[in-house]
Nanobody, 129 residues
Framework: QIHLVESGGRSVRSGGSLRLSCAAS??????????LAWFRRAPGKEREGVAS???????THAESVKGRFTISQDKAARMLYLQMNKLEPEDTAMYYC?????????????????????WGQGTQVTVSS
C-alpha cells in the first residue's frame, strides 16, 4: 500500500495560481514502477482525472486543464505536485492524489478511478470569481 497525504488547497480568486502537494510513501524497491495521478470531485459531479505521471516521468493532462495545470514529481523527496495556473471557478473541487503499481494503465489519458488502488484524503480548492 502507498500512503498519500495531500496539502496546499485553499481559496483563491479566479486567474490565480496554486500548487498542490502530495507526500507519497513509495518504496522504490517494492514499487520500481508506479503511476501517480491527481483527480478532483466537484459538488454533484463524478470524480474526474486531472493529470498523471509515472515512474519514467511520462505525463498526461486532461483536456480541461492542458496549458494551465502541470503535474510533476520529486522522486528523492517522494513528493507529487500539481501546479495550477489561470484558475477558474470551474476548477473548484476536492483534489485527490492516487497511486497504482506499474506504469499508468492508459498513456494517453489519466484513466479511471478504478485504475488506482491507493488514495489520499483530499485537499479542497475553491476558486471565486
Amino acid at each position: 500500500q502507498i500512503h498519500l497525504v495531500e496539502s496546499g488547497g485553499r481559496s483563491v480568486r479566479s486567474g490565480g495560481s496554486l500548487r498542490l502537494s502530495c507526500a507519497a510513501s513509495i518504496d522504490s524497491y517494492r514499487y520500481p514502477t508506479y503511476c501517480l495521478a491527481w483527480f478532483r470531485r466537484a459538488p454533484g459531479k463524478e470524480r474526474e482525472g486531472v493529470a498523471s505521471i509515472d515512474s519514467d516521468d511520462q505525463t498526461t493532462h486532461a483536456e480541461s486543464v492542458k496549458g494551465r495545470f502541470t503535474i510533476s514529481q520529486d522522486k528523492a523527496a517522494r513528493m507529487l505536485y500539481l501546479q495550477m495556473n489561470k484558475l477558474e471557478p470551474e476548477d473548484t473541487a476536492m483534489y485527490y492524489c492516487a497511486a497504482a503499481p506499474g506504469h499508468c494503465a492508459d498513456p494517453e489519458h489519466v484513466g479511471k478511478p478504478s485504475d488506482y488502488f491507493d488514495w489520499g484524503q483530499g485537499t479542497q480548492v475553491t476558486v471565486s470569481s
